[in-house]
């Protein structure tokens, strides 16, 4: 079971970028995923969720109206647009899954960098 995390790079403040969490080996049904970053020195912070049949997105206080999370269970992919970048979301994002409801995040993805220049 794998989590492919793509679609990061470099972009200037106030643009756009689109990540994406490819699963290979399994589908997860209803089980939460979510996408998280880190900085290095500080510590990994959730960023957005959802199920992976698209139900219950939610986001950090931080990304709210200006990410937006979804779902293609048929291509067993997650999507991140990100819009509105600001310097302080430069970050490595990663993304992960629960594989039971209520437990912790088993599976995670390499990690994709996300720079914005300001």
């Known amino acids: 079971v794998q989590l492919q995390a793509s679609g990061g790079g470099l972009v200037q403040a106030g643009g756009s970028l689109r990540l994406s969490c490819a699963a290979s080996?399994?589908?997860?049904?209803?089980?939460?995923m979510g996408w998280f970053r880190q900085v290095p020195g500080k510590e990994r912070e959730f960023v957005a969720g959802?199920?992976?049949?698209?139900?219950?997105?939610k986001y950090s206080d931080s990304v709210k109206g200006r990410f937006t999370i979804s779902s293609d269970n048929a291509k067993n992919t997650v999507s991140l647009q990100m819009s509105s970048l600001k310097p302080e979301d430069t970050a490595v994002y990663y993304c992960?899954?629960?594989?039971?409801?209520?437990?912790?995040?088993?599976?995670w993805g390499q990690g994709t960098l996300v720079t914005v220049s300001s």
């Open positions: 992960a899954t629960q594989t039971a409801y209520g437990g912790p995040y088993t599976t």
């Open positions: 080996g399994r589908t997860f049904g209803s089980y939460p």
């Open positions: 959802i199920r992976w049949n698209g139900a219950a997105p």
